[in-house]
């Protein structure tokens, strides 16, 4: 990972500086009064090539995980027909498919699975579908808690950060996947009769909520230390005397402060939770065979790759692709909101 | 009753490497179609037989080529986890335990592994009286342990007292509960460190013989005795607890060093003398054992094929999925390897308490898609399709297909269907188990078990349970399961062994191994009349029918695979065979080749 990243950085301060360090001091005086901090970033962010790519890369993962089933409807075939072991000929005894790369070929496009013989093509596109719904809801759950946690903790202070404080340390010394593991599966049992299968909205819901649980700590630890730098500050200090009310030097002084941050810990996040959640479900916690999943898909790559290596690569590769381009688009955006800072 | 789900619970999870996947095709290329028969290894089924007085005098016969001298080193992930013969009941421990313990009966295994029941300490495989109540074993002349002293009777009754001992609860129970006519057989006796005793073990020093009394009729008490948990010791120097780590040896082989999880060597004992001996040879001059090996790090070492690891073969760890294409595609390697099958049946028992109706039952065993569950586990190279209740091992056992099994192993849903709707069950909801966490491959099954299942007509429950606490809950007698992922190893090749833990009514209660739980009255009775059967062949006739009649009428498990392992060697290793009673190479009759 490191050496992609790096030589991804490399051009990225060529386009970068010229891109954005000579019309930055013009802008003001060339497009007169009318332009806002949002507007600014906005035209940072377009003139920044990489960010532009990137944000595309990502928007077609959302798209294609949104479009799934359209796509999957158009394609002929759906992820959970277990192609190989219905049609003879096309795994062979091993299970493992008959035809060259993983028997990619008119009809499986990204070829077959080993062993079950579901077609690969639609697996990866609901795979992606289900792990950047659940990755996504829960960045999003764990940012807007952080975000209220740590900032309310770091300005009020006293009484309430100390018992904030001391929830955060419980939680981060938490063994967390431990406690899921043990805890799941008795959850599970207290909503599903033993009777009765378990539906995957109610694993999906518990899968989010658990993570959501453990993860806002890291998040809200962060805000509070830079909330508790920002609020000495002399434009603090102003709004206050000038009467503001807690809630507004909150939302408009201290948090326009604190985007970069909070950015940059939420894109880290979203990839993190993908990987999470395919951990979880190695761990038989989590998303099942058959629903599909793009971490459990890696995770049988890996074990299934010196005799099948296109398996691999199809959601490994995107899923490489997708970790870059969203890494490399936080950067972007950071670097739209936050002109002062250069790498 | 008999434990000998340890027997099997240790097979499963180190079969569960090999059972994964037994994979194909090299990286990106094509699989191909890999004619099956090829990858497979060659299917030899022989039951087992009882020898007479003359094949059970030693010595063994030679094997042709063999010459005498060098070491033969295993290589595996494990120690062993008991060396005391009394505690030891694992297959794997066994396989060691061959080179140093004896019993008063043992398996002489022919070459291609059929097997015959010899005596090893007796001069017999036993005088059996009273219809089953009373067996007499005479010792043969010679025998000596390891500081030259020699091997009495008071010596073998030892062995079999000490199986009472407080710190002996890892072994076998069957004769002690034979003997004491209870399993609470240790509040009965408390092993012979008090000096007692057990009045119904009698030994005549000066006839070298010695008479068990049973309180219950056991007419295959020859074959429990060669199991290593009656194996001899001696009263001189049973050093208790530290009797693990240093046994006593009275077989070809002694313990020289162990360094536990690291290495164990064992060189010729001098005082052994062949000609007492009809089962094992013993050429090389000592045997090295190395641990904590991974086994695709042995697989690639082996492969290699350099310095002393020419001299080399796998101890228990197969041939791990990874490697198996390379292993049995390439001919010179393929060359070097031994294979065969698992003791023992893999299953899905059928809840009887909960899915009253045999139709039903029936039509479970017609759905079941044993080809789909055998391709995921990695195709004719990981095993065969079962359908019978003994496995082909057993004596006696009579092949047979009451459900179509091998001519459509995809399962048959129209007539599953048909059924279901005879039985007005169509729409049946099936509750699946399956242990979790232990291998994948179980993880991949239960999808088209559950396709299957959809199409007979029933409507799957998939509820899989945590590997660790798998077995109590299947064991609990009101369990919510109907049919459950399950196994089981046999301790000695007779229908018995298999029969009635299984299907023995009367055993039902939570922890039973009867987890179809079948209790019908005749089943029952059969069971019972059967086991008192004193003649071996017409028990075995027995045991076969009855067998046959249980799963054609009550149908209370779904026979899946008896499952296949893969081994390797080095290329200076001459008399591989697979130990068809411990799944492993037979030590005894390795040999170095010069």
């Known amino acids: 990972m490191t050496s992609p990243m790096s030589s991804a950085a490399a051009p990225l301060q060529v386009t970068v500086a010229p891109g954005a360090v000579t019309p930055a001091p013009d802008a003001p005086p060339q497009g007169g009064a009318g332009r806002s901090p949002g507007q600014l970033a906005r035209l940072r ?77 639609t697996l990866l596109l609901y795979g992606i579908r289900n792990s950047l719904l659940i990755a996504t809801v829960t960045t999003l759950l764990v940012t807007a808690l952080g975000i209220v946690v740590g900032i309310t903790a770091g300005y009020l202070g006293g009484r309430v950060d100390n018992l904030v404080g001391r929830v955060i340390d419980v939680l981060l010394a938490f063994p967390s996947t431990l406690f899921f593991i043990a805890f799941w599966p008795v959850l599970i049992s207290m909503f599903v009769s033993p009777e ?6 109610l694993i999906v819901v518990s899968l989010i909520a658990v993570m959501t649980a453990f993860g806002w700590a890291p998040m809200a630890r962060l805000l509070r230390g830079e909330v508790l730098a920002l609020r000495e500050r002399e434009f603090v200090e102003a709004a206050k005397v000038t009467g503001a009310s807690p809630a507004r030097i909150i939302f408009r002084e201290l948090l326009p402060n604190l985007w970069t941050p909070i950015l940059i810990q939420a894109t880290l996040a979203l990839p993190m939770y993908v990987t999470t959640e395919a951990a979880l479900a190695f761990l038989g916690v989590g998303l099942q065979d058959p629903t599909p999943d793009w971490g459990v898909m890696i995770q049988r790559g890996s074990q299934v790759y010196q005799d099948d290596i296109t398996y691999m690569l199809f959601p490994g590769l995107s899923m490489v692709i997708f970790v870059i381009a969203f890494n490399l688009l936080g950067d972007s955006v950071r670097d739209a909101l936050d002109p002062r800072i250069r790498r | 009753m008999s434990l000998s789900r340890r027997n099997f619970v240790i097979a499963t999870s180190v079969a569960a490497g090999g059972s994964m996947v037994l994979s194909a095709c090299s990286s990106g290329g094509g699989g191909g179609t ?6 497979g290894g060659a299917t030899k089924y022989s039951a087992v037989t009882i020898g007479t007085k003359d094949d059970s005098t030693g010595p063994a016969p030679e094997i042709s080529g063999a010459t005498k001298g060098g070491t033969i080193h295993a290589l595996g992930p494990d120690d062993f986890s008991h060396l005391d013969p009394q505690r030891i009941y694992f297959a794997w421990n066994s396989t060691v335990g061959n080179l140093y313990i004896r019993c008063l009966t043992g398996y002489r295994i022919a070459s291609g592994g059929s097997m015959k029941l010899v005596g090893d300490l007796a001069t017999d495989t036993g005088t059996m009286s009273d219809g089953g109540k009373t067996w007499t074993f005479t010792l043969k002349d010679g025998l000596k342990w390891e500081d030259g002293s020699d091997l009495t009777v008071e010596d073998v009754r030892h062995g079999i007292e000490r199986g009472f001992a407080s710190f002996t609860t890892e072994g076998a129970t069957y004769l002690q509960s034979a003997l004491t006519g209870t399993n609470d057989f240790r509040s009965v006796y408390k092993g012979p ?60 082989y002694r313990i020289k060093q162990h360094s536990v999880d690291k290495s164990l060597t064992l060189v010729r004992n001098t005082h052994w003398d062949p000609s007492t001996d009809a089962i094992r040879n013993a050429y090389p001059d000592s045997f090295t054992f190395e641990f904590g090996l991974e086994a695709l790090q042995v697989t690639d070492r082996l492969i290699a094929d350099s310095g002393n690891d020419q001299y ?183 229908g018995y062994t298999i029969l009635q833990p299984l299907f023995d009514g009367t055993t039902i209660a939570n922890g039973s191994n009867n987890v179809s739980q079948l209790n019908v009255g005749w089943v029952n009775s059969a069971i019972k009349k059967d086991a008192t059967i004193t003649d071996p062949a017409e028990a075995d006739t027995a045991w076969a029918s009855l067998d046959r009649q249980i799963m054609e009428k009550e149908a209370p498990v779904i026979p899946e695979t008896y499952q296949r392992r893969f081994y390797l060697y080095g290329t200076k290793v001459g008399g591989a065979e697979f130990d068809p009673l411990f799944s492993a190479f037979i030590l005894y009759k390795l040999y170095a080749k010069s």
């Open chain 1, 196 to 201: 009765d299968n378990t539906p995957t909205w």
């Open chain 2, 312 to 494: 080399a073969v796998m101890a228990y760890s197969g041939v791990p999925a990874e490697r198996i294409q390379k292993v049995v595609g390439t001919p010179d390697l393929k060359s070097r390897t031994i294979n065969g099958l698992l003791t023992g049946l893999y299953y899905y028992a059928i809840n009887c308490r909960r899915i009253t109706d045999v139709k039903v039952r029936q039509a479970l065993n017609h759905a079941w898609p044993l080809e789909q569950i055998r391709r995921i586990y990695g195709g004719p190279s990981a095993g065969d399709y079962a359908t019978t209740l003994l496995s082909p091992d057993i004596a006696g056992r009579v092949k047979y297909d009451v459900y179509g099994k091998l001519k459509k192993p995809q399962g048959d849903p129209e007539k599953a269907k048909a059924l279901l709707k005879e039985a007005g069950k169509l729409g049946q909801k099936i509750v699946y188990t399956y242990p979790q966490g232990g291998s994948d491959a179980y993880d991949k099954t239960k999808v088209v078990i559950a396709d299957a299942l959809k199409k007979a007509g029933f409507e799957p429950v998939i509820k899989p349970v945590d590997s660790g606490s798998y077995y109590d809950q299947v064991q609990q007698v009101d369990n919510k399961f109907d049919v459950m992922w399950f196994g089981w190893a046999p301790d000695w090749p007779t």
């Open chain 1, 45 to 121: 962010f377009r003139r920044d090539r990489t960010g532009v790519v990137s944000a595309w890369v990502v928007l077609f993962f959302f798209v294609a995980g949104v479009a799934a089933p359209l796509i999957a409807k158009l394609y002929g075939k759906d992820p959970y027909t277990t192609y190989g072991q219905n049609q003879p000929g096309l795994l062979n005894d091993f299970g493992f498919p008959v035809k060259p790369n993983g028997g990619i070929g008119g009809d499986f496009w990204f070829g077959v699975e080993p062993q079950l013989g579901r077609d690969v093509f």
């Open chain 2, 193 to 252: 460190y008090g000096g007692k005793h057990l009045d119904s073990v009698v030994t005549d020093a000066a006839k070298k013989t010695i008479t068990f009394h049973l309180r219950t009729a056991r007419p295959d008490l020859n074959f429990t005795l060669a199991m290593h948990t009656y194996g001899a010791v001696p009263v001189k120097h049973d050093t208790k607890e530290k009797y693990d780590k240093d046994p006593v040896s009275c077989g070809p």
């Open chain 2, 34 to 39: 890999a004619g099956g028969g090829s990858a």
